[in-house]
């Protein structure tokens, strides 16, 4: 076992984890954050990505303790003072989910996209959110939703 510390949330958090954990798990079963979601563990879908310092990470292709000493931002993270962060609230509005199991990691791989690039074309989240898989939704309109999302300046 390897001790880790990290920031999860704003929170510090330190445990002990095995090299081989990956860090989708950890944040899952040793955090019981349960909101990122595993969708095929093979890098392929997207729905467990997190931030880590800051730049969106499929949580499935790290490990636990390559996030030591790193600040780590769950979908659990993003609301502030019990009000949805604009992100999740464009998702909302714009009916941007079905199922919602994709909807945690395109929801945060759409804060770092806007981290990135505040205005982005069609084609720019197209292209910024290919990473993620939805089976539901078609994807018109979680596009919609992120060019709310920007037009708020989230
Ligand atoms: S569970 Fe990580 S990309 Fe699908
Ligand atoms: S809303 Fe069901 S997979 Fe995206």
Same mark, same amino acid.
């Not at 467990?48 to 030591?68: N, P, Y």
């Given at each position: 076992?390897? !001790?880790?510390?990290?920031?999860?949330?704003?929170?510090?958090?330190?445990?002990?984890?095995?090299? !081989?954990? =990956?860090?989708?798990?950890?944040?899952?079963?040793?955090? $019981?954050?349960? $909101?990122?979601?595993?969708?095929?563990?093979?890098?392929?879908?997207?729905?467990?990505?997190?931030? =880590?310092?800051?730049?969106?990470?499929?949580?499935?292709?790290?490990?636990?303790?390559?996030?030591?000493?790193?600040?780590?931002?769950?979908?659990?993270? =993003?609301?502030?003072? $019990?009000?949805?962060?604009?992100?999740? !609230?464009?998702?909302?509005?714009?009916?941007? =989910?079905?199922?919602?199991?994709?909807?945690?990691?395109?929801?945060?791989?759409?804060?770092?996209?806007?981290?990135?690039?505040?205005?982005?074309?069609?084609?720019?989240?197209?292209?910024?959110?290919?990473?993620?898989?939805?089976?539901?939704? $078609?994807?018109?309109?979680?596009?919609?939703?992120?060019?709310?999302?920007? !037009?708020?300046?989230?």
């Amino acid at each position: 076992m390897t !001790r880790i510390s990290l920031s999860v949330n704003g929170e510090s958090r330190e445990a002990e984890v095995e090299p !081989r954990e =990956l860090l989708v798990y950890f944040l899952r079963n040793g955090l $019981g954050l349960k $909101g990122t979601m595993v969708g095929c563990d093979t890098s392929s879908c997207g729905a467990c990505t997190v931030l =880590l310092d800051g730049a969106s990470v499929k949580s499935c292709t790290v490990l636990a303790v390559q996030a030591d000493g790193c600040e780590v931002t769950t979908i659990e993270g =993003l609301a502030q003072d $019990g009000e949805l962060h604009p992100v999740q !609230r464009a998702f909302h509005e714009a009916h941007a =989910l079905q199922c919602g199991y994709c909807t945690p990691g395109f929801v945060m791989a759409s804060v770092s996209l806007l981290q990135e690039n505040p205005s982005p074309s069609e084609d720019e989240i197209r292209e910024g959110l290919e990473g993620n898989l939805c089976r539901c939704t $078609g994807y018109h309109n979680i596009v919609e939703a992120v060019q709310a999302a920007a !037009r708020v300046g989230a």
